[in-house]
Nanobody, 126 residues
Framework: VQLQASGGGLVQPGASLRLSCTASGFRLDYYAIGWFRQAPGKEREGVACINSSGGPTYYADSVKDRFTISRDNAENTVHLQMTSLKPEDTAVYYC????????????????????WGKGTQVTVSS
């Protein structure tokens, strides 16, 4: 299982970015796909997840109403559209899967997954 996150960059506060998660060797729409992020000195945080069916989805409270996760099955890609970016969104973003069909959420938090791709850096700074 190989995953790859891309689309990161340096943007100003209030800007938007769209991250993409692609896969080699399997279909992303077979499984739930999660987006996680890790800022320097902080624990990895699950920010969004989409079930294999395409819904319902999970969002961390910190990104709700600003981030949108979606699937493009024709391109075998999962996107994370990020709007109204804040400096606290600065982190390395990863996509992941545990090869289950539903996102595993416990006590309002997305559980870590087993298969991780290489991350992409998002920096929000003026």
């Amino acid at each position: 299982v190989q995953l790859q996150a891309s689309g990161g960059g340096l943007v100003q506060p209030g800007a938007s970015l769209r991250l993409s998660c692609t896969a080699s060797g399997f279909r992303l729409d077979y499984y739930a796909i999660g987006w996680f992020r890790q800022a320097p000195g902080k624990e990895r945080e699950g920010v969004a997840c989409i079930n294999s069916s395409g819904g319902p989805t999970y969002y961390a409270d910190s990104v709700k109403d600003r981030f949108t996760i979606s699937r493009d099955n024709a391109e075998n890609t999962v996107h994370l559209q990020m709007t109204s970016l804040k400096p606290e969104d600065t982190a390395v973003y990863y996509c992941a899967t545990d090869k289950l069909i539903r996102c595993a959420v416990v006590a309002g938090r997305l559980l870590p997954m087993d298969y991780w791709g290489k991350g992409t850096q998002v920096t929000v700074s003026s």
